[in-house]
């Protein structure tokens, strides 16, 4: 059983373009997470929902719009993509302090 | 200052070798403090959470010295498997909120 998943888990596409990230969680947790992994493997908060509510917003380009349909999805939105935003993101989920992170989307922006 | 901050390493070390990494945040709010370890191309996966009184788990030792706000992970008896990168982990104040993450320490254990 997969606990958090994401698609697609490679994304190449190029400037300009729009594209979106989906995540799902079965684990019944109220939070879930978008984070990003650069070209130097560090691994950096971007957003944060509870429960369909935006919570965190950490300094992230407004091209960048997650959506949470309902408390098992968090999805992103990445409009006009740049060559910057060529990473890895993750989505997790989380009740308390532990958190459980899906298999990552390969973003590569020609 | 960063906020959690680690040796990059990487660290080679042969079958059997005992090695420590070692790893220093900065907010002395902080909470709750973790191992993940994240294999190549793949998510990071919850190792161990780490106490004050310190908790082991097999083969592997966490240690935690709030004053020195410093965080240590011992891996015994090191296996071919143990290869991968090591994550020091802190979560700032209340649960819900985002995990804090260390560059993360890479090891790399040869037979």
Known sequence: DTAVSQTPKYLVTQMGNDKSIKCEQNLGHDTMYWYKQDSKKFLKIMFSYNNKELIINETVPNRFSPKSPDKAHLNLHINSLELGDSAVYFCASGRGYEQYFGPGTRLTVT | ?111
């Open chain 2, 1 to 111: 200052r960063k906020e959690v901050e680690q040796d990059p390493g990487p660290f080679n070390v042969p079958e059997g070798a005992t090695v420590a990494f070692n790893c220093t945040y900065s907010n002395s709010a902080s909470q709750s403090f973790f191992w993940y370890r994240q294999d190549c191309r793949k998510e990071p996966k919850l190792l161990m959470s780490v106490y004050s009184s310190g908790n082991e788990d097999g083969r592997f030792t966490a240690q935690l010295n709030r004053a020195s706000q410093y965080i240590s992970l011992l891996i015994r008896d090191s296996k071919l498997s143990d290869s991968a990168t090591y994550l020091c982990v802190v979560s700032p104040n209340q649960a819900g909120t985002a995990l804090i993450f260390g560059k993360g320490t890479t090891l790399s254990v040869s037979s």
